[in-house]
């Protein structure tokens, strides 16, 4: 069975500032890796995954994580955000090797961007 | 751009009542989901479906679930008689395979009174 911990629940940001979202996981076998946004009354909209290959991933609307296998964490980065960003952020977690890529989600961090 | 559509957007019924949830997963995908978020809580599994069976199930997902792909473009969950804990945002997500990750309808809000 795998975990998943998001550490921030909640993450107040200032417009044009950087940010990072932490998310730890647990497993015993290989795992994929995604985050997902939530806008306001909308559904969740996958931003970027890990699959293998190289730890930095990028994404849609200038997102990107790393994925650090020693400390089981994949943090989500943006450089500059946007009053835009201002949504709700989910850290996921498959089995690789799994027929029926069911995800396991992390409790999600609320980001608010600040004028 | 291609999306899953979940009909109705919010749905309120009696305690003890049947609901269906709709979806219309992504036309070329394989594999077929539901989810759900209590309010305050994680989004949790409950099913998966995969060449016209379940795949894999949660605890969650006891008898009082069950899903069905009626046509080659629904896909909906049934819930056979309601309980106030079953209040909560349902989501539904088609993916094409095992790497792609999943892609999320906008979700169905029950709530059971």
């Known amino acids: 069975a795998q975990s998943v911990t998001q550490l921030d629940s909640q993450v107040p940001v200032f417009e044009e500032a950087p940010v990072e979202l932490r998310c730890n996981y647990s497993?015993?076998?290989?795992?994929?890796l995604f985050w997902y946004v939530q806008y306001p009354n909308q559904g969740l909209q996958l931003l970027l995954k890990?699959?293998?290959?190289?730890?930095l991933v990028k994404g849609i609307n200038g997102f990107e994580a790393e994925f650090n296998k020693s400390q089981t964490s994949f943090h989500l980065r943006k450089p500059s955000v946007h009053i835009s960003d201002t949504a709700e952020y989910f850290c996921?977690?498959?089995?690789?090797?799994?027929?029926?890529?069911?995800?396991?989600f992390g409790g999600g961090t609320r980001v608010l961007v600040k004028p | 751009e291609p999306e899953v559509t979940q009909t109705p957007s919010h749905q309120v019924t009696q305690m003890g009542q049947e609901v269906i949830l709709r979806c219309v997963p992504i036309?070329?995908?394989?594999?077929f989901y539901w989810y759900r978020q209590i309010l305050g809580q994680k989004v949790e599994f409950l099913v998966s479906?995969?060449?016209?069976?379940?795949?894999?199930k949660s605890e969650i997902f006891d008898d009082q679930f069950s899903v069905e792909r009626p046509d080659g473009s629904n896909f909906t969950l049934k819930i056979r008689s309601t309980k106030l804990e079953d209040s909560a945002m349902y989501f539904c997500?088609?993916?094409?395979?095992?790497?792609?990750?999943?892609?999320f309808g906008q979700g169905t809000r029950l709530t059971v009174v």
């Open positions: 479906f995969y060449n016209n069976e379940i795949s894999e």
């Open positions: 996921a977690v498959s089995e690789a090797k799994a027929a029926g890529n069911k995800l396991t």
């Open positions: 497993s015993s076998v290989s795992v994929y």
């Open positions: 036309s070329n995908h394989l594999y």
């Open positions: 997500a088609s993916s094409s395979g095992r790497a792609s990750g999943a892609f």
């Open positions: 890990y699959l293998s290959g190289s730890t």
